[in-house]
């Protein structure tokens, strides 16, 4: 098993930034894809962004330009830095991770999740 903790959530103004981090343990040999989702109050989960292990990302077209994924291989990290916040970005941040490397993976198939750290941007 994998296990992820996220951190870095908090209370932000509009305009602020915050900065996530995902940290991977367990059996994490060979951990392919890894993105990060939000859920808002009464919304479904939605796709933030997504980094391949050789660093190929992809965004939420709302967050292009604001948001950037990283990872450190050697860390077994993943962050999410997150500048120019907007009230509707208010949500529950989770990181995902799994095991498919060769193409982007779709929500369903990432295999692992973590608790989820909460983001709130006041106006």
């Known amino acids: 098993q994998v296990q992820l903790l996220e951190s870095g959530g908090g209370l932000v103004q509009t305009g602020g930034s915050l900065r996530l981090s995902c940290a991977a343990s367990g059996s994490i040999r060979n951990l392919g894809n890894m993105a990060w989702y939000r859920q808002a109050p009464g919304k479904q989960r939605e796709f933030v962004a997504t980094i391949t292990v050789t660093g190929f990302s992809t965004y939420l077209e709302s967050v292009k330009g604001r948001f950037t994924i990283r990872r450190d291989n050697a860390k077994n990290t993943v962050d999410l830095q997150m500048n120019s916040l907007k009230p509707e970005d208010t949500a529950v941040y989770y990181c995902?991770?799994?095991?498919?490397?060769?193409?982007?993976?779709?929500?369903?198939?990432?295999?692992?999740w973590g608790q989820g750290t909460q983001v709130t941007v006041s106006s």
């Open positions: 995902a991770a799994g095991m498919i490397y060769y193409r982007f993976t779709q929500e369903g198939e990432y295999d692992y």
